[in-house]
Nanobody, 125 residues
Framework: QVQLVESGGGLVQAGDSLRISCTAT????????MGWFRQAPGKEREFVAA????????VYTDSAKGRFTISRDNAKNTVYLQMNSLKPEGTAVYYC??????????????????WGQGTQVTVSS
């Protein structure tokens, strides 16, 4: 079992940067692909970014490319999402997820077994 806890969300202005974190307990995340997803009010959950076990391979949704960076510190059992140039449409609850696969950077949330409780990110215009 892996327990995931996100932190670092908050209220920012458009154009600001924010880094959110996800710390795992229960198992080392080095055997897991880690992903970030988000869900805006009234919308379905959507994929944001994912990282292979080492962080050497990453994938992003188009709207995140060039602005967001997923990274991980397996020694700290923590994965990060650095978000730059935030836009109001980035307002959502951001969720961390883990998939028991070293290279399975799936965009499909159904393929991830473990989820955190989410952290709210609100971007004001």
């Amino acid at each position: 079992q892996v327990q995931l806890v996100e932190s670092g969300g908050g209220l920012v202005q458009a154009g600001d940067s924010l880094r959110i974190s996800c710390t795992a307990t229960g198992r080392t995340i080095s055997d897991y692909t880690m992903g970030w997803f988000r869900q805006a009010p009234g919308k379905e959950r959507e994929f944001v970014a994912a990282s292979s076990w080492s962080g050497g391979n990453t994938v992003y949704t188009d709207s995140a490319k060039g602005r967001f960076t997923i990274s991980r510190d397996n020694a700290k059992n923590t994965v990060y999402l650095q978000m730059n140039s935030l836009k109001p449409e980035g307002t959502a609850v951001y969720y961390c997820a883990a998939r028991r696969s070293r290279f399975g950077m799936s965009r499909n949330g159904n393929e991830y077994s473990y989820w955190g409780q989410g952290t709210q990110v609100t971007v004001s215009s």
